[in-house]
């Protein structure tokens, strides 16, 4: 039975199936097509943009369907997931504007980087109701104590703290030595594509 005092049942806290939920991304590069890779289980529609396409053989595997207009896309999605770097381009990127194409009670999640959203912006569409936003990044950080995505209400964020888990510490210095004895036996850096950004340069670097 129910615990004393509380009733069961899926009123009040009913939601939506996420397999039901239209999920859009904006950049696919390594983050996103791992996540785009572990959301395809729950049947998401999952629609995705990148500056570049995907190759059209991991598309299909990853069942995520194109959207060459970012602003096309966001319109479509209940969820909207960035994942692209912080550049002269995506600085400030999710203005005012762009939150204005989202749904109504669309959730944001923002795992790139806090400088691609508009902070003002981002504060105002949570105090509306009608937006709501997640994510892990913020600018600047740390986040000064009169940060307005500290006092929005509908937010989710975490302090910059989703790459430290114990596995991805662990990776790291797997990497590390990697890339070390790769360094020592004078073979290619198997990890230098980590700290490089596009596609042309995702292949390990020879070194001299
Ligand atoms: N929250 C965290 O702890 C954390 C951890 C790692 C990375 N990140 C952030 O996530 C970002 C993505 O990481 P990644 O490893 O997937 O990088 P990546 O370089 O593999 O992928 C970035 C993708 O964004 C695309 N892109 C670039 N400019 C774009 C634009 N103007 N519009 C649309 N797409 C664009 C690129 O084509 C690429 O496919 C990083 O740049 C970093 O800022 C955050």
New binding site residues.
């Given amino acids: 039975g129910a615990p004393p005092g509380r009733r069961w049942g899926a009123g009040p806290r009913r939601r939506r199936a996420p397999g039901l939920r239209p999920g859009g991304q ?9 996540l785009l890779q572990r959301l395809k289980p729950f049947g998401c529609t999952l629609l995705y ?4 396409r ?1 190759d059209a053989a991991l598309e299909e595997e990853l069942g995520a369907a194109f959207e060459e207009e ?1 602003d096309a896309m966001l319109p479509k999605c209940d969820v909207v997931v960035l ?5 002269d ?2 600085r400030g ?1 999710f203005d005012k504007e762009k939150i204005a194409k989202m749904k109504r009670g669309v959730i944001i999640v923002n ?3 806090g400088a691609v959203m508009d902070t003002q912006a981002v504060a105002d569409a949570c105090r509306s109701a009608h937006r709501r936003a997640g ?3 913020w600018y600047p950080q740390p986040a000064p104590k009169d940060h307005p995505w500290r006092y929005m209400p509908n937010n989710a964020m975490t302090p ?5 888990t114990i596995d991805a510490q662990v990776s790291r210095s797997l990497l590390c030595f990697q890339v070390r004895y790769a360094v020592l036996q004078g073979a290619g850096l198997p990890g230098a594509q ?1 700290h ?4 042309q340069a ?1 292949q390990p670097v020879p070194v001299k």
């Avoid at 943009?49 to 570049?52: K, V």
């Avoid at 994942?83 to 550049?87: A, D, Y």
């Fill in positions: 904006d950049g696919a590069g390594r983050i996103g097509r791992l943009h990148d500056r570049l995907v970012v994942n692209m770097p912080l550049t381009k995506t990127m795992n790139a980087r994510g892990d990044v910059h703290i989703s790459g430290i980590l490089c950004q596009g596609r995702r």
